[in-house]
């Protein structure tokens, strides 16, 4: 069965380094997304991406955040300079549409990327 | 961000039993809500949606019972298995407008089912 897959499990990083979280979402899918979840807090959308750009983004989601689509198959999220508040689980997740309120836009989830900013 | 509450935080049920996780919503503009099971360590695991133009969705051991007009959603698991034991989020969509795909989720329910 096609499934996400989140590169690496976990990163451990100095504050004020640059990370790159990596994402393989399912292939025929269109939509991107990438979430985060701080311990003990609820899961959280931070952007949408679709057709090679951003399609919606919180307010998380600042200047420190970036999202790539470097090639076909990979799905990235950067940040430029990390700050202890950033430590969190990263979960990837892709559907096939997004506006349908059908089946099609059902997201699904990788393993996640455990972010640790020392 | 309050739009989807889980107000129990947790929930022990027998094995065999019936599980029935609660969830309930403030914004009239979701149209698509689904259930995701989640392990520690793990991510979210899609189990079962529905579109706000049905009322019940069944998959298996697995139905989901939506009352728009009380903005309440539950999931009920017949019967239960120890296996069912783990974090059991409900999220919401609203399909319309400029929200491409965004997710809202609830705080979480715990499920535990004992042997």
């Known amino acids: 069965e096609p499934e996400v897959t989140q590169t690496p499990s976990h990163q451990v990083t100095q504050m004020g380094q640059e990370v790159i979280l990596r994402c393989v979402p399912i292939?025929?899918?269109?939509?991107f997304y990438w979430y985060r979840q701080i311990l003990g807090q609820k899961v959280e959308f931070l952007v949408s991406?679709?057709?090679?750009?951003?399609?919606?983004k919180s307010e998380i989601f600042d200047d420190q955040f970036s999202v790539e689509r470097p090639d076909g198959s990979n799905f990235t999220l950067k940040i430029r300079s990390t700050k202890l508040e950033d430590s969190a689980m990263y979960f990837c997740?892709?559907?096939?549409?997004?506006?349908?309120?059908?089946?099609?836009?059902?997201?699904?989830f990788g393993p996640g990327t455990r972010l640790t900013v020392l | 961000d309050q739009q989807v509450k889980q107000n129990s935080p947790s929930l022990s049920v027998q094995e065999g039993r019936i599980s029935i996780l609660n969830c309930d919503y403030t914004?009239?503009?979701?149209?698509?809500f689904l259930w995701y099971k989640k392990y520690p360590a793990e991510g979210p695991t899609f189990l079962i949606s529905?579109?706000?133009?049905?009322d019940k969705n069944e998959d298996g051991r697995f139905t989901v019972f939506l009352n728009k007009s009380a903005k309440h959603l539950s999931l009920h698991i017949v019967p239960s298995q120890p296996g069912d034991s783990a974090v059991y989020f409900c999220?919401?969509?609203?399909?319309?407008?400029?929200?491409?795909?965004?997710?809202?989720f609830g705080q979480g329910t715990i499920l535990t089912v004992h042997p």
């Open positions: 991406f679709y057709n090679n750009e951003i399609s919606e």
């Open positions: 914004n009239s503009m979701f149209d698509y």
């Open positions: 292939s025929n899918h269109l939509y």
């Open positions: 999220a919401a969509i609203s399909a319309g407008g400029t929200s491409y795909g965004k997710l809202t």
């Open positions: 529905i579109s706000s133009i049905k």
């Open positions: 997740a892709s559907s096939e549409m997004a506006g349908t309120a059908s089946s099609t836009d059902t997201q699904y």
